[in-house]
C-alpha cells in the first residue's frame, strides 16, 4: 500500500514527529508513506531520512505528483487547499482528514468545505479534539488516534549511554526544567518567564532549558523579554536541538532531578509530554483536556490550576524537592507510556483502518498480519 500524507507546514512539532513515528512502523507493515508540505519550517531534517518528502506550493507541480504516484489513499492534516489538489488530479481513492488545530477559528476553514471530496473518515488525536471537529462539521466518523512514541528510542537511558558533554550541557547542581516547543501564543512562552521570574527569586539550584523556537513566530519577541527581564542566566536558550538528539536531552533533565514544564494554552494531543514521560521524565502542565489524557496526575506528573503561576510553581517544587516521589514518577511514566502511547499501539489501530478502508478488510493482505 502506499499513502500520500499532505499538510501545510514542515515544521519540528507534534505532527511530523507523530507521523515520523508512523510512517517508520508503517514501513515494517507493507505501508509505503510520502509526505507533501508546502512551507518548510527547519523540519525537512525530521522527515528525509525516513520517507520521500515533496515540498512545493505549484499547484501544477502538486497535481502531478498525486496523479503520477498511483496512491491508494491520501491523507490530508488540516490543508484546505489539498481538495481542490485531490479534485483536479481526478484521484478516486479514499481520502482521509487528520484534524490537528486545536484552535476552533483556526480549525474551521480545513473543514468548512471539502470541495466535492467526501472524506471517508476524519481521525483526531485524542478525544478534546473529537469534540471540537464535532462542532464544526457533520462528517463522520470521527476515529480517535492517539500520537505514537517510539519507546525504542524515546526512553530511559542509562547513566553511561548519556553523552554528557552534547549541548545542552548539564551544570554541576542544578536541577533542569525543561521547556520544549515552537515560541508562539498558543505555547504561551511569557508564562514561562513569569515561572522562573519567581523561581529565581526564591532558589539558586534550579535552571530552565527552552528547546527550540528557532524559526518560531514570536522568538524576537521572546528573545527582548528574557533579556529585558534579566532571565539569561537561569533560563538558558537552545533554538535547534536535532530531534535524534531529544533522548539525550531528557536524560539530562532526569539526571539532574528534575521535569518539564509546559505553558500550553490548548493543545489537540501533546506530543513532548509522551516523548518526555517515556525518558522518564515527570512533566508539570496545566489541569486541562487533552493534558487529563495523557499525564495522570500525581502519578506521572503535576497538574497545576489554569495558567496559575504560583501553582505551577508549588507542582515544580513537589516535583524537584521530593527525589523518592521524582523517582517513582519517572518508572511510572515509562510504563505508561509504553502501554498507553507506544508506536506498536497506535500506529496498528491506523494500520487497521488503512486496511479495513482500502481493501475492506481489517487484518489485511499481503504482509500484514
Known amino acids: 500500500m502506499k499513502v500520500l500524507v499532505i499538510w501545510r507546514l514542515l515544521t519540528v512539532g507534534g505532527v511530523n514527529a507523530g507521523w515520523r513515528n508512523r510512517s517508520i512502523y508503517f514501513k515494517k507493515h507493507g505501508i509505503d508513506t ?86 471517508e473518515v476524519i481521525v483526531v488525536p485524542s478525544n478534546y479534539q473529537r469534540r471540537i471537529v464535532s462542532i464544526l462539521t457533520e462528517t463522520k466518523p470521527i476515529e480517535v488516534i492517539y500520537n505514537g512514541v517510539d519507546t525504542s528510542f524515546f526512553r530511559m537511558l542509562p547513566e553511561k549511554e548519556i553523552d554528557f558533554h552534547s549541548v545542552p550541557v548539564l551544570p554541576a547542581d542544578k536541577k533542569i526544567i525543561g521547556w520544549i516547543g515552537r515560541l508562539d501564543k498558543r505555547k504561551n512562552w511569557p508564562m514561562l518567564l513569569e515561572v522562573a521570574k519567581r523561581i529565581k527569586c526564591e532558589r539558586k539550584d534550579i535552571e530552565f532549558w527552552v528547546i527550540g523556537g528557532a524559526q518560531s513566530v514570536q522568538r524576537e519577541e521572546f528573545r527582548a523579554k528574557w533579556q529585558e ?69 500525581g502519578q506521572t506528573g503535576m497538574l497545576y490550576r489554569g495558567q496559575n503561576v504560583d501553582d505551577a510553581v508549588a507542582k515544580i517544587y513537589s516535583i524537584l524537592d521530593a527525589p523518592e516521589l521524582h523517582q517513582n514518577m519517572s518508572k511510572k511514566a515509562t510504563e505508561h507510556v509504553r502501554q498507553n502511547f507506544s508506536i506498536e499501539v497506535v500506529a496498528e489501530q491506523y494500520i487497521d483502518l488503512l486496511y479495513e478502508i482500502v481493501y475492506g478488510d481489517q487484518k489485511g493482505v499481503g504482509t500484514h498480519d
Open 34 to 119: 510520502e509526505f507533501l508540505y508546502t512551507t518548510d519550517h527547519g523540519g525537512l531534517h525530521i522527515m528525509e531520512d525516513i520517507a520521500p518528502v515533496y515540498l512545493t506550493k505549484d499547484d501544477n507541480e502538486i497535481i502531478n505528483i498525486i496523479k503520477k504516484n498511483h496512491y491508494d489513499a491520501i491523507i490530508v492534516v488540516d490543508t484546505a487547499a489539498a481538495y481542490k489538489w485531490i479534485r483536479k488530479a481526478k484521484f478516486t481513492g479514499p481520502v482521509i482528514i487528520e484534524a490537528r488545530t486545536p484552535e476552533i477559528i483556526k480549525l474551521q476553514p480545513h473543514l468548512k468545505n471539502f470541495k466535492g471530496i467526501k472524506p
Open 229 to 297: 527581564e534579566n532571565l539569561t542566566d537561569i533560563v538558558k536558550w537552545f533554538p535547534v536541538i536535532p530531534y535524534q538528539q531529544m533522548p539525550d536531552v531528557y536524560a539530562k533533565i532526569r539526571h539532574s532531578g528534575g521535569c518539564t514544564l509546559a505553558t500550553t494554552k490548548s493543545e489537540s494531543f501533546g506530543n513532548t509530554f509522551i516523548e518526555s514521560m517515556a525518558c522518564g521524565v515527570p512533566v508539570v502542565a496545566s489541569n486541562m483536556m487533552p493534558v487529563t489524557e495523557l499525564v495522570p496526575e
